[in-house]
């Protein structure tokens, strides 16, 4: 009994019970992310929930502890917490396919969704996994004098345990091998920590849960047309095939389509169409395009049927979702598009290129990355303009609410003297941003491709002026995009709004 009291094993027991609780921790993240995505409170929900979980353990570790001291009755809770994480893969999906369709509005869903995800799936096995450190103090002290150095070097060893768990998983074990087996490894590595002080009964259980790393993943979100999914180092990404013959390109949770393919045509009746109606806002006739947040490649492909002597610039941060347009999404087909796997404002930063157009459509929907909403992101955007060139963004917004498409038109304000809203989709803006004033559009109907006139009639029709700055612009320093963007849909889901697909009048 006691060389199970002895500082080593304990020590080894509270390493373990760290890095499985982050492991734990950073694989939630990535097996809810497919459902309820990756947004702020998502991350709120996880983390909230994991150091409240922390304390309910911490609290009952030591109360446990003093009544029963036994190095057994550790061993047997960190086996405990090793079995509930293996069994989380398996039960996860059907519970999440069942979270996700019986809630009223995904975008809603996402806030109480990934609440109750992570309560009920993760929760149970942190709680466990906190009872650790505290009865392992309480197993080491042989002397009152030496409590403190004790406490400081189980914790010490606890946290250096979590950073393992936590850049293992996200830099090798996630890309390598998938969320599943990241799961079950973690599983297995808590279940050969509780072998130091249950001895051979717990080595069966790390070999039979070992065993499960044998069992395929399979789909994560299975549907008929299903193409491609996969695990990427930034997220999860999925094409499926309608049977009409679109593709779709969905990242996370699937709310948003990031791309879409059509085999006949590149017009898409979406979002990317009204890109197409713009270069004629340009003083000269289009030469260079950068694309911030390229996706699929839906825009660069439709540029090279309709301005083939163009050359575009897609930027995308995520060389899996670049794979995936290469495969599915014709992005080779536009040979003047080069592709740039990096993030939109250290790229744009970094080049030395002047653009005629830059599209950044980098807002995963309906959520705004805070730092491409900045003034200084638009002081950056306005240096990299070519004269006469035009700053094009995809603002996502509900209707009845403006809130975020007013806060980032009054801050472009404040770097461009001329700033424009097309409202060309239900859910989607298009804003213009130029320093020098637009041409009369309409007189623009008339120039360009004849199949896009439709498009450019829509934008003479449609388009307004702001006038207004911000009284308080967003900077890198304050941007509170995620509240602004949290209140809307939370606001709108409350009100019995719908997400629906809208259609620009040029759908085939």
Not at 81 to 108: C, G, H, I, Q
Not at 197 to 221: D, E, M
Not at 322 to 348: E, I, K, Q, T, W
Not at 390 to 417: C, K, M, Q
């Amino acid at each position: 009994m006691e060389n199970r009291r002895s500082p080593a094993a304990l020590s080894l027991l509270v390493f373990g019970a760290g890095t499985g609780t982050l492991s734990a921790e950073i694989a939630a993240s990535r097996l809810i992310a497919p459902y309820f995505g990756s947004s702020t409170i998502v991350w709120a929900n996880l983390i909230g929930l994991v150091l409240a979980a922390l304390a309910v353990g911490y609290w009952l570790g030591g109360r446990l502890a003093d009544r029963r001291p036994d190095p057994r009755l550790l061993g047997a809770i960190v086996l405990s917490a090793a079995l509930w994480v293996a069994l989380t893969p398996f039960v996860a999906r059907p519970f999440l396919d069942a979270t996700v369709r019986n809630l009223d509005s995904a975008s809603a869903g996402a806030v109480i969704g990934s609440f109750f995800a992570v309560l009920l799936l993760f929760a149970p096995a942190v709680i466990v996994l906190g009872m650790v450190s505290p009865f392992a103090i309480r197993l080491a002290l042989t002397d009152v004098e030496t409590a403190g150095a004790i406490a400081g070097r189980f914790y010490a060893l606890s946290t250096i345990g979590s950073l393992l768990g936590t850049f293992l998983p996200a830099l090798v074990t996630i890309p390598l091998v998938g969320t599943q087996r990241t799961l079950l490894g973690t599983a297995v590595v808590l279940a050969l920590t509780s072998a130091i002080l249950l001895g051979r009964r717990a080595l069966f259980a790390a070999a039979a849960v070992a065993a499960l790393v044998l069992v395929p993943p399979g789909a994560v979100k299975a549907e008929p047309g299903l193409l491609h999914e996969e695990e990427s180092t930034h997220q999860f990404v999925q094409v499926v095939e309608r049977p009409d013959g679109r593709r779709l390109l969905r990242l996370n949770e699937g709310v948003a389509v990031h791309s879409v393919w059509r085999e006949d045509t590149v017009l898409t009746g979406g979002v990317w169409d009204a890109f197409l109606a713009l270069p004629p806002l340009v003083e000269r006739p289009l030469r260079s395009v950068a694309i911030l947040g390229n996706a699929g490649g839906t825009t660069a492909r439709a540029l090279g049927v309709f301005y083939p002597r163009a050359d575009v610039d897609g930027v995308e941060l995520d060389p899996a979702v670049s794979a995936a347009g290469f495969r599915y999404f014709g992005m080779g087909d536009n040979p003047r598009l080069r592709v740039h796997d990096a993030d939109a404002r250290p790229f744009l930063r970094a080049t030395d290129r002047r653009y005629d157009l830059i599209v950044v459509d980098a807002y995963h929907q309906p959520y705004v990355p805070f730092y491409l909403a900045t003034r200084e992101f638009f002081a950056l955007a306005r240096e990299r303009l070519a004269p006469g060139g035009i700053l094009a963004l995809n603002v996502a917004g509900v209707p009845g609410d403006t809130s975020l498409r007013d806060a980032i038109t009054g801050t472009l304000r404040h770097e461009f003297e001329h700033v424009w809203v097309w409202p060309a989709l239900r859910f989607n803006s298009i804003v213009l941003a130029r320093v020098d004033p637009l041409p009369a559009l309409d007189g623009l109907v008339a120039d360009g491709p004849e199949r896009l006139r439709p498009l450019r009639e829509l934008l003479a029709q449609q388009a307004f002026a702001v006038a207004e700055r911000a009284a308080r612009p967003w900077t890198d320093d304050r941007a509170p995009v995620e509240w602004v963007t949290d209140r809307m849909i939370v606001e709108y889901a409350a009100s019995g709004g719908e997400l629906d697909e809208d259609f620009l009048p040029t759908r085939p």
